[in-house]
């Protein structure tokens, strides 16, 4: 190759390289980088059509001097937030919504820019007129969780539909969409979308992976709000209540669109098109005034004459200038035209700023952007989250609320002023509809109870960012229950008929998710253990904490609630207590038990009712007696242990409920116990345990419960003589009973003597130098404070003086709602399943949108320690949080279930999650605000 060639090869190389360097697209970006920002946003309540959730997002800056940022509407939300901008120097700083389109895909934050100390943003300046089929942009902002990503594409169209994203959810309409295929996802929401000169001209909005399709936003009405924002002006917004869209010449003549009007629009303008009445909202402004299907063709006031609109922004700036007013609109109606006056609406006047929050539900006012997708009109009292007191009644999310105890319900105020009515515990009749099938009218009961949870009102402030809210003090005096008359029921079944005066229907719901409880409704059998004490037994698959919210069902008339009084720390019983005031007529009976077990090869009849309050009955055989074995579930809460169970041949399907023998006696209490995943197994368990409870219960109003502090499960003799036992405690084991057998530890409980002193695989001997063999002995033997154990361990006898745990038989009383996550002291299942001492804080749950759920104080985990301090104790933590309440981030350690630590520092918010203690004052349930 000659050196002239190598030169040429060279240079154009070298031109290339230059080439490449000098990117145009290099200073651009470089010029509007430090202008966008990270947007991470809690959506502290779900609200309208949106959730309570954390996600991020992108916004950038259209006002450096005051701190103004551009997103999507659905990043700012219609409800309370509360976020923070991270700029590309990864800088943080608050900042505050003050404004949300009510219909269009955008809406503002602020910050303060002097709290900004490392990085100076230009404003990146609006341009709509830009935006040109073909041309190439970027679209920079936090896609798929990344802090700075950077998207290529080119504009494809310019005027798309406004894409439709879920029924029931936010849509936007009446305006057109760019399109291109840049491929975004949901972190680069409110990205800028830049040409090649660093000019915005559109915001990123959404996209269809399917298609690689991104959405884009015009820039017409974003520009007009953040002029009327730079000069404190309101953001008129006007409406009549219709959605159009805009249609080809083709098809406008398919509508009789004469083609005079068809000529004259093409002359005016370079539109394809027309725009169309495709529906109206009932009782708005158009009602009965457009139909569907009829063509814009100008639109009229006493100021101002608009022809030949064929665009959305053109019609709906019209709207906006004339809120209130009267105007006219002439369109095409299969050929015929006509004038129509219209009343333009304000539309902020149908958009929800303010919810009320009831009993951890909260409520709205129906949104016009829901009734349009609904066909109803935009009045009522929208639920956004149905919480407890209406959740567990069945009248969920996505319910309008019309009537309350036949008062109309148009808005919230109606709504707070009917309830405030009612009692507590006062019955009350509601009338709704679905927004998935809005004109089937539903009708339902519910029950007044606000102690369990703080109530408030909370109105948008747009000057603040925030919604401040008052607290509501309901009425406190309570409705007495009144007595019902029930008359003898008569069963054609016998058996039946023996025990039915005996059962009762037991339906509970638990206002909070403590101790391992995923559920918030129960049902089952309940047993009637002393009639004239109203005293009734029911399982802890029914009834599975003692902060329960608990009514009994009597042959299907009468209801009547019901107080917790004992739950067994280890067994699968709880007691209640009932006012046999209540009834009359018809006297339930306390129901006859016999101590004597159950065997193999017996008969027995089951009976129980079904979560339809069908009582049924059914002959069984009796197929086993052996130890019941529960797999250690996921979440911890409660398993029995230490006990036998009967098992029984194709068990039918009931609630819990009793075997019976042919003379009508109750031999054992048939149970339920949860595996997860929705599953359960059905145990019967013996009756002896219940009479012992009862008999105790009766005599003093309480049990005494101790325990030893392990769990163990039987294994043969054969089996116990691989573990080393010698033929001595082999011959005493047999002389005890005609089935010997050795109780082997499987497992010991944190935090008691137990834990220290045996060991897994240990053999149980005897306990006080009595031979010990079965769960009974076990139990009876060792129920008192100070006991000595013998077992066998390493081919030798080691005997240990042990301090027994007394077991508390009230569960839970006591717990704490802060920043998000309900707290409580760790719970015995801890200790039980995972060898977890009961010290420190324990996370039951938390709330999506709080900063519990921001920063990662979640659920399964300890707090161990608050700013470098130890935490011992609930009452000890929320005294520390006071302490530390000027300081605006937390340092937390956590410790998991399975003892790995881990440190997070949170952000409390006092304003959307203030402190709240829940507890049992000795009569009722009382939720305290704590200042």
């Given amino acids: 190759m000659s050196l002239k060639n190598i030169a040429i090869i060279l240079n154009l190389t070298f031109i290339s390289t230059l080439s490449a360097a000098v990117n ?5 970006i470089t010029q509007v980088t430090d202008s966008i920002v990270s947007i991470r946003v809690n959506a502290v309540r779900t609200f309208d059509t949106e959730t309570s959730k954390v996600t991020q997002a992108t916004g950038f800056v259209v006002d450096a001097e005051r701190g103004i940022i551009l997103t999507n509407r659905h990043v700012v939300n219609p409800g309370p937030v509360t976020a923070d901008a991270v700029f590309s120097n990864n800088e943080e700083i608050e900042i505050k919504a003050i404004y949300r389109d009510p219909v269009h895909d955008f809406g503002f934050f602020q910050y303060d820019p002097k709290q900004l100390k490392f990085i100076h943003p230009k404003t990146l300046h609006l341009k709509p007129k830009l935006a040109k089929v073909g041309d190439e942009i970027k679209i920079i902002g936090n896609d798929s969780g990344e802090h700075m990503s950077i998207l290529s594409g080119t504009l494809a169209r310019l005027d798309r539909s406004a894409p439709q994203y879920q029924r029931g959810g936010y849509n936007d309409f009446n305006t057109f969409y760019f399109q291109s295929s840049a491929d975004t996802s949901g972190g680069s929401s409110g990205a800028p979308v830049i040409n090649q000169e660093g000019h915005v001209v559109a915001l990123n909005a959404g996209a269809n992976n399917r298609s690689s ?5 015009p820039l017409y009405k974003i520009t007009r709000a953040l002029k009327a924002i730079q000069e404190g002006a309101p953001i008129h917004r006007g409406t009549v209540q219709a959605t159009f869209d805009h249609i080809p010449y083709d098809q406008a003549r398919r509508f009789k669109l004469s083609a005079e009007i068809e000529k004259e629009f093409r002359d005016s303008n370079q539109s394809n098109g027309l725009l169309v009445v495709t529906n109206t909202v009932k009782l708005g402004a158009a009602d009965n005034k457009l139909l569907p299907g009829d063509i814009i063709i100008s639109a009229q006031s006493s100021t101002q004459s608009l022809k030949n609109i064929n665009r959305y922004e053109v019609l709906e700036i019209f709207f906006d200038e004339h809120v209130n007013q009267t105007v006219e609109v002439t369109i095409s109606r299969l ?22 929050e009831l009993a951890s539900g909260t409520f709205n006012n129906f949104s016009y952007q829901l009734a349009r997708q609904t066909n109803l009109a935009a009045q009522g009292v929208y639920i956004a989250n149905s919480g407890y007191m209406f959740g567990k009644v069945g009248i969920n999310r996505g319910s309008v609320i019309q009537t309350i105890n036949n008062i109309p319900v148009n808005n919230l105020d109606d709504f707070q002023s009917a309830l405030s009515k009612l009692k507590q515990n006062e019955e009350f009749v509601v009338k709704y509809v679905s927004i998935g099938s809005p004109h089937l009218q539903q009708v339902s009961n519910a029950k007044f109870q606000t102690n369990w949870h703080l109530s408030q009102r909370c109105k948008r402030d747009d000057k603040q960012g925030v919604w401040p809210c008052e607290e509501i003090h309901w009425n406190s005096e309570t409705k007495q229950p009144t007595s019902t008359r029930i008359q003898s029921l008569n069963y054609s079944d016998k058996y039946t008929q023996k025990i039915a005066s005996s059962l009762v229907l037991v339906r509970a719901s638990l206002p909070y998710h403590i101790d391992g409880q995923n559920y918030e409704h129960y049902s ?21 904490i003692k902060m329960s919210d608990v009514n009994l069902t009597i042959a299907g008339i009468a209801e009547i ?30 129901a006859p038990l016999k101590s004597e077990p159950l065997e193999a090869g017996d008969s027995a009849w089951l009976i ?13 055989n009796i197929s086993s007696f052996e130890a019941l074995s529960l797999p250690s579930p996921s979440v911890p809460r409660f398993r029995d242990a230490n006990t036998n169970a009967i098992t029984v041949n194709n068990p039918p399907l009931v609630a819990s409920g009793v075997l019976l023998d042919k003379k009508g006696y109750v031999r054992a209490w048939w149970s339920n116990f949860e595996l997860g995943n929705g599953e359960t197994l059905d145990r019967g368990l013996p009756i002896k345990t219940i009479v012992s409870i009862r008999d105790q219960w009766l005599k003093k109003s309480s049990i005494d419960i101790y325990s030893i502090g392990a769990e163990f499960h039987p294994i043969t003799l054969a089996n116990a003589k691989k573990f080393g036992l010698n033929q001595s405690w082999m011959n005493k084991l047999q002389d005890v009973d005609n089935k010997p057998q050795v109780l082997k530890v499987i497992r010991r409980i944190a935090g008691s003597q137990a834990y220290d002193k045996l060991k897994d695989g240990d053999l149980l001997l005897a306990i006080n130098d009595d031979v010990v063999e079965t769960f009974e002995q076990l139990e009876s033997k060792s129920n008192q404070p100070t006991v000595k154990i013998s077992v066998w361990r390493d081919n030798q006898q080691l005997d240990y003086t042990i301090k027994t745990s007394r077991l508390s038989e009230r569960g839970t009383e006591d717990i704490y709602l802060w920043s998000g996550a309900l707290l409580q002291k760790p719970h015995r299942s801890l200790a039980v399943q995972h060898g977890i001492e009961p010290n420190g804080v324990y996370i039951s749950w938390y709330w999506y949108g709080s900063p519990a759920n921001r920063f990662n104080l979640s659920p ?10 130890k935490v011992e104790n609930l009452e000890q933590f929320i005294k520390l949080t ?6 605006e981030y937390l340092s937390i350690r956590l410790v998991d279930i399975i003892g790995r630590e881990s440190i997070i520092s949170l952000k409390p918010d006092l304003r959307y999650w203030p402190t709240q203690r829940v507890f049992w004052d000795g009569e009722h349930w009382q939720n305290q605000l704590i200042k």
Avoid: C, M
């Fill in 335 to 356: 050929g015929e035209l006509l004038t129509i006056p219209l009343l333009v609406e304000n539309l902020h006047d149908i958009t929800p700023d303010e919810f009320l």
């Fill in 608 to 620: 129980g009712y079904q979560s339809s309050n069908r009582l049924i009955s059914e002959r069984v």
């Fill in 561 to 590: 609630p019901a107080k917790v009084v004992f739950v067994h720390p280890v067994h699968s019983y709880v007691l209640l207590e009932y006012d046999t005031k209540l009834l009359k007529g018809h006297q339930l009976k306390s």
């Fill in 524 to 544: 089952g059998t309940g047993l009637i253990l002393d009639a004239k004490k109203g005293l009734v037994l029911a399982d802890r698959n029914t009834v599975p």
């Fill in 860 to 869: 399964l985990k300890r707090i161990t320690e608050l700013q470098g301090e």
């Fill in 213 to 217: 399709s991104s959405f884009f936003l």
């Fill in 882 to 887: 006071k302490k530390y309440s000027s300081d």
């Fill in 24 to 28: 145009p697209w290099d200073k651009t």
